[in-house]
């Protein structure tokens, strides 16, 4: 069956956001952080959809969770070499806690400490959803930026 991996990935601006200084909202316990810790270690994803953090990693042909997850591993060559695997990302690296698989019938695992667990709800869904609305805050911030810079430079 046909699978859809996604990875939560920080971007660079988040990893220099939880590398910044603590007071300043940086660190692990500032909300990029803990929007990445609760969506890897947690499973939720609703705020990290929002913040841009799933990331499509690949598409595949598998039979089951275990067998995506193997497949997603650097064992001797790294996974993106493979002619099964479709490479949706442009930051490789093997599949952990909190990945998600979602199956072309929407069926959706997420990969936990010991196996996977089936994630309910319309992960697709939730994604586009909140994807938009992170989109709609970006284009207002830009927005405002914009008109602030125009006001400055007249």
């Not at 990893?15 to 952080?33: D, E, L, R, T, Y």
């Not at 990290?48 to 001797?76: S, T």
């Not at 805050?137 to 927005?143: G, H, I, K, N």
């Amino acid at each position: 069956m046909k699978a859809t991996v996604y990875f939560i990935q920080l971007s660079d601006a988040q990893v220099a956001k939880i590398n910044g200084p603590v007071g300043c909202g940086g660190g692990w316990g500032g909300a990029v952080g803990r929007t990445y810790w609760k969506a890897q270690n947690k499973g939720e994803y609703k705020n990290a959809a929002l913040l841009g953090m799933i990331q499509p990693a690949a598409k595949l042909e598998a039979y089951d969770a275990e067998n995506v997850f193997h497949m997603i591993q650097n064992h001797q060559t790294p996974w993106t070499a493979s002619e099964h695997v479709e490479v949706l990302t442009d930051k490789p690296r093997s599949m952990m806690v909190g990945d998600v698989i979602v199956w072309e019938d929407g069926t959706t695992e997420v990969v936990a400490r010991f196996g996977f667990e089936k994630y309910e709800g319309d992960f697709k869904k939730m994604l586009k959803e909140q994807s938009e609305l992170g989109a709609y805050f970006f284009q207002t911030t830009l927005d405002k930026a914009l008109e602030y810079v125009e006001k400055e430079t007249a």
